[in-house]
Structure formats: C-alpha cells, structure tokens
C-alpha cells in the first residue's frame, strides 16, 4: 500500500526559504508524477509543482516559477519542494500527491492524483 509522509514546513519571514519533503513508501513504479498542492481555507487545492519521475521533467504553476524547485531521490524515494523568496501569499497548506502515468488530466490537476499526504503548514509572515 503507498502512503506518502511529509516533512519539513513551518513557519518564516518573507524573502526567506524552506523546504518540503515528500516519503513515499509501498509499492512505485517508475512512471509516476509527483506533484505538490497547497490549499487555503475557503478555495480550492492549487497545483504548485509537478514532476514525472521517469524522466524528471518538471511543472510550475506562474506564480512560483523561479522560486520554487521540485526535484525526486529515487533512491530515498523522497520528492522535495524547495521554496526560495517566499511571500505571504505562499501561505497554505501543502501537500504532496502521487498519479500514475496515463491520467489524461494535467500534471498540476488535482483530478487523477490518487495518494495524497497528510499535508503540512507553510506559514509567511511579512
């Protein structure tokens, strides 16, 4: 059974930086998409960052592109989200996803992700 863990998360100032860890553990194929999702209350789960494990070819929605890197470790099975000058609208929960390859939905969709995290808080203070 997959079950996927988070780390990392917490609170920091704006222009500052922090990363998420995503473990994976249970049975992974090695063609997958890996993806990050943060939400707030009252909207709706955003896609952040995405990442096909097979050849790591990576996703970023607009308003991270330059900051935010994601990247995988086979070998640990981890996938991390790096997150560089932060800004108060980066405050959410996030959570890292797992979708199998052949979803005909978008990397950054939240439709077709089948295994979620527990979710961790990134909190931005000015």
């Known amino acids: 059974q997959i079950q996927l863990e988070h780390s990392g998360g917490g609170s920091v100032q704006a222009g500052g930086s922090l990363r998420l860890s995503c473990y994976i553990s249970?049975?992974?194929?090695?063609?997958?998409?890996l993806g990050w999702f943060r939400q707030v209350p009252g909207k709706e789960r955003e896609g952040v960052a995405a990442?096909?494990?097979?050849?790591?070819?990576?996703y970023y929605t607009d308003s991270v592109k330059g900051r935010f890197t994601i990247s995988q470790d086979n070998v640990a099975r981890t996938a991390y989200l790096q997150m560089d000058a932060l800004k108060t609208e980066d405050t959410a929960m996030y959570y890292c996803?797992?979708?199998?390859?052949?979803?005909?939905?978008?990397?950054?969709?939240?439709?077709?992700?089948?295994?979620w995290g527990q979710g961790t808080q990134v909190t931005v203070s000015s």
């Open positions: 249970g049975g992974l194929g090695s063609r997958n998409y």
């Open positions: 996803g797992l979708k199998y390859d052949g979803s005909p939905y978008p990397p950054l969709t939240e439709i077709g992700y089948a295994y």
């Open positions: 990442i096909y494990t097979r050849d790591g070819t990576t």
